[in-house]
């Protein structure tokens, strides 16, 4: 797991695709349905990293429950979904070690007072309330370009917001780009998850070894 956190730190911080929008709706790149290909076009099925489930030999087009064709009309929402888990899961990943390294000023932040990140949810309970209420802000925020999902050519996940212009302009380079905040996304989804248990078990923080 440490690995993977590792990889994970890494890729936030050199690739701008953790933070850039996937999609532009400006006309940069092409959000029409792909008929036909697998999910519609959306980029992540190209694999092929091996995944030995039944009789398939790879991640290409991996979807062993026939999500995407079953609901294909939930693609969009599936995707926004994926994307907005994935970007969480990448700011939780730092969110959750930078604090062992670093603290803000205030008693109730010291070492002394949470020896360990994952002690802030009990000892901090102010804290957590409050940012609840920033997430809860921020996802009713989010409802009117949710409501719009598939009726304009706003993509899944973007948001238009791109202020030091890291997205790329050729549509080649822009994929590749929505395929690195995929997989970082979905990445830092596993390894927080791995974190948090870790953390809970040893009872120490980074790197949470007994």
């Known amino acids: 797991m ?5 990889f994970t730190i890494a890729a936030l911080a050199g690739s701008a695709s953790a933070f850039a929008p996937s999609t532009s709706s400006d006309g940069r790149v092409s959000s029409a349905v792909r008929a036909g290909e697998f999910a519609d076009g959306l980029v992540g099925g190209e694999g092929p990293e091996p995944i030995y489930i039944g009789d398939d030999s790879s991640s290409v087009n991996f979807d062993p429950l026939k ?11 599936y995707r926004e979904a994926e994307l907005k888990h994935g970007r969480v899961a990448m700011l939780a ?3 959750f070690v930078v604090p062992e390294v670093f603290r803000v000023p205030g008693a109730a932040f010291t070492k002394e007072a ?3 990140v994952i002690d802030a949810h009990d000892s901090l309970p102010g804290a957590m309330q409050l940012i609840i209420l920033a997430v809860g802000f921020l996802e009713i925020c989010t409802v009117p370009a949710l409501q719009e999902l598939g009726k304009y050519d706003r993509a899944p996940g973007d948001y238009s917001f791109d202020p030091f212009g890291l997205f790329p302009k050729s549509v080649e380079k822009q994929r590749e780009m929505q395929l690195k905040e995929l997989k970082n996304g979905r990445l830092a989804m596993i390894s927080i998850g791995g974190m948090v248990l870790q953390s809970s078990i040893s009872g120490h923080g980074f790197p949470y070894l007994n």
């Open 93 to 95: 990943t730092l969110g």
């Open 67 to 77: 999500f995407a064709e079953r609901y294909p009309e939930r693609l969009p929402w």
């Open 2 to 6: 440490v690995s993977k956190l590792a």
């Open 114 to 116: 949470v020896p360990n």
